[in-house]
């Protein structure tokens, strides 16, 4: 009976210096994955000042902004379907070039709105994201029941959106953004969960290109998230 209650107290020990060492392996993951999504952000942020600062530069933009809008979306596209055959110095490559081209694509935000509007709407979404991404960490409610609601309005943005490109109706305009606040804050909780639901399943074999893809689902959450606030709460010129 001793033996049998030691070797149950061993187990149990064993078991929760297990736990212990996913969670913090867990914690160390989530930390690369933001890393890489605020070193992303900054760099979308350092190409936008640049952009801004190059008048021949700006202008290229503003001319060639659907080719370039066509290039980040190739960029998305290798990154997401190629990650589990890149490696991690490529992934990495592949999204700081995606960071960056959307800094200078974004750059034209700064022709249309104040400087001081887009700062302020910057923060916001900062305070949302940070909100949804820490009610997608502590929640215990499973958020996959999400997904169809998530998915099917990410759809509905996108159409509306491609509608109104030939519309050009402020009234379409107003509810696709609404929806985006909507749809991109849950997605920020639905991805995070998701992200820590993914590792927890690979245990420690979690790689950098993994991190990385992580890091810009999450990107992109941000930003689309800022574009739709931007839309509803920008001060134009």
């Not at 187990?11 to 930390?31: K, P, W, Y």
Request: glycine share 10%; proline share 1%.
């Amino acid at each position: 009976m001793a033996w049998e209650s030691s070797g149950g107290w061993q187990s149990g020990r064993a078991s929760e210096v297990d736990s212990v060492l996913m969670q913090e392996s867990q914690r160390a993951f989530m930390t690369r994955v933001h890393g890489w999504m605020f070193a992303g952000l900054a760099l979308t942020g350092v190409m936008a000042a640049v952009t801004l600062s190059n008048t021949a530069m700006l202008q290229a933009v503003a001319q060639y902004r659907m080719g370039l809008l066509l290039v980040q979306f190739g960029v998305v596209m290798a990154l997401s379907f190629l990650a589990p055959r890149i490696s991690g110095p490529v992934a990495a490559a592949l999204f700081l070039g995606y960071s960056a081209l959307t800094g200078v694509t974004l750059s034209v935000l700064f022709l249309i709105y104040t400087a001081g509007s887009i700062a302020q709407v910057f923060f916001i979404t900062a305070a949302v994201y940070g909100t949804m991404a820490v009610y997608g960490t502590v929640t215990k409610k499973d958020l996959s029941g999400w997904k169809t609601f998530l998915y099917m309005g990410l759809v509905g943005i996108v159409i509306a959106g491609i509608v109104n490109l030939f519309m050009r109706n402020d009234a379409v305009s107003f509810v696709t953004a609404c929806a985006g606040v909507l749809i991109f804050a849950g997605l920020t909780a639905y991805d995070i969960q998701k992200l820590r639901e993914y590792h927890a399943g690979t245990g420690y074999k979690s790689t950098a290109t993994v991190s990385i893809v992580g890091a810009l689902t999450l990107y992109l959450d941000f930003i689309n998230l800022f574009l739709s606030l931007m839309r509803l709460l920008g001060k134009r010129r």
